[in-house]
């Protein structure tokens, strides 16, 4: 002990051989509390006992002070006890020891309770700011509106060391207008921590407004900012309108460079680069950052999480590896959750996983549960679901945004079977689910079309009051939304007629949006009723209306909608085109499509999928070059890309070309999907191209790894039907591996007429009235199939059970577009203003198409 106590000495720049008197011991005992030493302070304790010290007060407070504030708190409670004079300074430091931990709150306010009730010694002002700081932490109100009592009764209210503390009670318990500001305007002297605290008070409890004035007033006196001032002043800027946020954290920005004191003051400079990020304005953020002489950890994070949140994430990568290349620096849970969503998105696998062994080589951060959920979601997002649920298995403490992460990321993966595992399993472990847990179960159950279970989760979040303290009707929005994804939109409806007092814009284009999906005219009046009576409308809700008069083929309406969205100010987006792109095919009007593809090329578009629905609508007006003009112009072409150019080859009898453009598509690396595979297969049976559509249906699952679809052998048929090749086409309708459609047997059947195979027909057809009974279509084949083979008590059958079941044959229509008006025809029609012109000139063309053709002389 002599020699530790000896070499100790020395370190403190003592003389060998100085023996220490009880204030040499207290100052070393004073060292030990700093490092926390509590084996050389137990050592120095028994030496003090030998030399008579320890019923020295100075001694005594020493040691006690020095067992508490090395956590020995149950040494610092035997000490304490075996102190028969206690002092207020004595009372403060095991109070202010317990303080130090959360876990002994309860423990603080006892002691707080027995020094007040004891004769002597009375809690001091001291006491009051050591004891008010747990009461606010541990949410303890009342026994911290007690210890106001006492404050009031013993006067010393008007201390201001007691008085911030009350401040900050207060405002941290949420009373801040009431009574933390009340008790603020009592402090007679404020002092700069009496203003930070009121200022914070207001920034914690979201008064913007409030929080201003009073840095305003504090600027009027004679209190100057410190560095906690801008600091907490700073994040107020940040929730202020752009524009006003950045004006006013400029202008503190410049007074931060008058004060040199400030300027140096690592703290406000970190407050400074957060200002800047918050705000978006990462060019100022990092032109702070690069004039830091010096950084810590929390300078970097703040940066690299500032490039994140702005969705910068190349640049967050640049600066982490900078931050790793600085060497010396041990990562905190901070700097990974600021970097793992930049690699997520980016999906920089490699790095993740290099974070992921970084983590697991370092405990404290492997049983960090943000840490853990972090890894979950940047896994989930790279797609390798597999590695997320690892990382959600080797969580120590999940929380509930791990399961809900989990639950997240098997839904986007269209998991079905581990989604509901995992719901089970949280159940099972009595993990209660909250709003965004139901939510992720609702919209899952959407997409998976289950009404029975989103009536489930619908029915938990009733019981659970989750509808009730929706302050945005989110979860409201995603249940009107889910019952009209899976068609019920009686319950939709209902849902929505019971939120008249919680909707907002969300609310009214998820009900729209169920109308328009069924598709039905009643429907597209129930949109337009709502979208008549909303109050406030955004482009989302003019796109659903367009869309609904296009699908329900009333393109005067849509237009009219189109021209009003524009005199509102609103600028249409590729969503408004592709609502509109169908009016084009309806209508067969290049003209109209060629201002549509227009305004997208003077727009910037550089949607994909637009550019696909422009192919496919020029497709279908019949202008295949500008289609293929259009492909060829497409620089980054997808699946979505190449699918619209092979229908639209298709569409047009051109299955050369469209195998081109497969085969092109293939060459790339581009994987087809199921709708390419149908386009191409469509397009060999329109041209006749029958081995070429078999090498490619019998790909389908050796090349591409899919199987063959319902449409596809539909396909199949079709080809060999329309090559002559009956029997199998028969053979292919009847072995296929699903119940053939209407589609199946319609194919057979007219090319059963084409080829004169009367009973293979019959037989089709009758497969076809068991499907299909209302298609007058099937009818006449079939009847025609019969005279052709002058079966005529077949014709007259046919005929008959086609009067009995009452079906007439619609008046054929056509129109086309001349000089950008629509003509349109009907069989029988005679109301077109030009007719008298256009019978004459049909007449002459008839009689021209009647006269031999001459024959040329050599």
């Given amino acids: 002990m002599n020699q530790a106590l000896s070499l100790f000495l020395q370190k403190l720049g003592y003389p060998i051989g100085f023996k220490p008197d009880y204030q040499s011991l207290a100052a070393i005992l004073k060292s030990c509390a700093v490092t926390a030493d509590t084996t050389l302070g137990k050592s120095l304790h028994t030496h003090i006992i030998k030399l008579g010290h320890a019923s020295c007060h100075l001694v005594s407070k020493a040691l006690l002070n020095m067992y508490a504030k090395s956590h020995a708190l149950d040494d610092s409670r035997k000490l304490f006890d075996q102190i028969p004079c206690r002092d207020t300074i004595t009372w403060n430091i095991m109070l202010s020891g317990f303080g130090l931990y959360r ?114 007033w504090m600027l009027k006196g004679p209190t100057t900012p410190n560095y906690a001032t801008i600091a907490n002043i700073l994040p107020v800027c940040g929730l202020l309108e752009e524009s006003v946020g950045y004006h006013f954290g400029r202008e503190i920005h410049c007074h931060v460079l008058r004060r040199a004191e400030l300027v140096a003051d690592l703290s406000v400079v970190n407050a400074l680069v957060r200002f800047y990020t918050r705000i978006g304005r990462m060019g100022e953020a990092e032109s702070v950052f690069q004039r830091m002489r ?22 967050a990568l640049e600066l982490f590896h900078e931050l ?178 919680k909707r907002n814009v969300v609310t009214c284009n998820s009900i729209i949006s169920g109308y328009v999906s069924s598709g039905s005219s009643t429907s597209t009046n129930d949109a337009h009723r709502i979208f008549h009576n909303m109050p406030e409308r955004d482009l989302t809700t003019w796109n659903l209306m367009i869309r609904a008069y296009a699908k329900n083929d009333c393109p005067s309406q849509a237009l009219s909608l189109f021209h009003q969205l524009k005199d509102y100010g609103m600028k249409p987006d590729a969503l408004t085109l592709m609502s509109l792109l169908p009016i ?145 086409a028969y053979s292919f309708a009847t072995e296929m591996p699903f119940e053939a459609n209407a589609s199946v047997w319609g194919s057979l059947l007219g090319a059963c007429r084409a080829h004169h195979q009367v009973q293979m027909g019959h037989d089709a057809a009758n497969k076809l009235f068991e499907i299909e009974t209302g298609d007058i279509g099937n009818y006449v084949v079939l009847s025609n199939l019969y005279a052709a083979d002058n079966q005529w008590d077949g014709v007259l059958g046919i005929r008959r059970l086609m009067r009995t079941r009452d079906l007439k044959k619609p008046a054929g229509c056509s129109w086309i577009e001349v000089e950008k008006s629509k003509n349109v025809f009907m069989a029988g029609d005679c109301s077109h203003p030009e007719r008298s012109i256009i019978y004459s000139t049909l007449s002459v063309l008839d009689q021209q198409i009647k006269e031999p053709f001459p024959l040329l002389l050599a």
């Fill in 103 to 216: 876990n002994h709150d309860a423990e603080v306010m006892r002691l707080f309770h027995e020094m007040h009730t004891a004769l002597d010694p009375k809690p001091s002002s001291v006491t009051i700011a050591i004891v008010l700081p747990v009461c606010a932490r541990s949410g303890a109100l009342n026994f911290g509106k007690c210890v106001h009592c006492y404050v009031m009764k013993c006067g010393l209210v008007s201390n201001t060391l007691v008085g911030n503390a009350l401040v900050s009670l207060y405002a941290k318990s949420g009373n801040v207008y009431e009574d933390a500001y009340h008790v603020f305007e009592e402090i007679p002297e404020k002092d700069v921590v009496s203003w930070n605290a009121m200022i914070a008070g207001f920034s914690e409890n979201n008064c913007v407004d409030e929080a201003f004035d009073t840095f305003r």
């Fill in 324 to 501: 790793i290349s600085v060497g010396r620096v041990e990562l905190d849970s901070v700097t990974l959750l600021g970097i793992l969503p930049a690699c997520a998105n980016l999906c920089h696998f490699l790095l993740g996983k290099q974070i992921h062994g970084y983590v697991i080589r370092h405990p404290q951060l492997n049983e960090d549960t943000s840490v853990g959920n972090a890894l979950l979601s940047f896994y989930a997002k790279c797609g390798d679901i597999e590695a997320a649920f690892r990382a959600f298995s080797s969580i120590y403490n999940r929380d509930l945004i791990s399961w809900n992460s989990m639950l997240h990321a098997f839904a986007d993966s269209y998991l079905q079977s581990p989604f509901f595992e995992l719901l089970h399993r949280m159940l099972e472990e009595s993990i209660k689910p909250d709003s965004l847990t139901i939510l992720a179960i609702i919209q899952f159950c959407a997409t998976l079309s289950r009404v029975d279970k989103v009536k489930e989760a619908h029915g938990v979040s009733i019981k659970s009051r989750f509808l009730l303290g929706d302050g945005t009707p989110t979860l409201g929005n995603a249940v009107i939304d889910a019952y009209a994804k899976c068609g019920d939109m009686e319950y939709a409806s209902k849902i929505f007629e019971m939120s008249s007092g």
């Fill in 294 to 315: 010096v950084r810590d950890l929390v300078s970097w994070n703040t940066i690299i999480s500032g490039f994140t949140s702005n969705s910068d994430w190349l640049k």
């Fill in 584 to 728: 084009c095919a309806q209508m067969a009007s290049v003209q109209f499509l060629r201002q549509c593809h227009g305004y997208a090329v003077r727009a910037c578009f550089k949607d994909v999928h637009l550019n696909a629905a422009l192919i496919d609508v020029y497709s279908k007006c019949g202008n295949i070059d500008s289609a293929y003009k259009l492909f060829q112009s497409t620089h980054r072409k997808d699946v979505v890309i190449f699918t619209a150019m092979v229908g639209g080859y298709a569409m047009h009898g051109k299955g050369k070309e469209a195998l081109g453009v497969f085969s092109h598509m293939l060459e790339l690396g581009e994987k087809p999907d199921h709708v390419t595979i149908t386009a191409v297969l469509s397009a060999c049976s329109h041209t006749g191209l029958i081995n070429e559509g078999l090498k490619i249906f019998y790909s389908i699952g050796k090349m591409h790894g899919i199987k063959p679809t319902k449409e596809q052998y539909a396909c199949m048929v079709d080809l060999l039907a329309r090559g002559g090749r009956i029997k199998e």
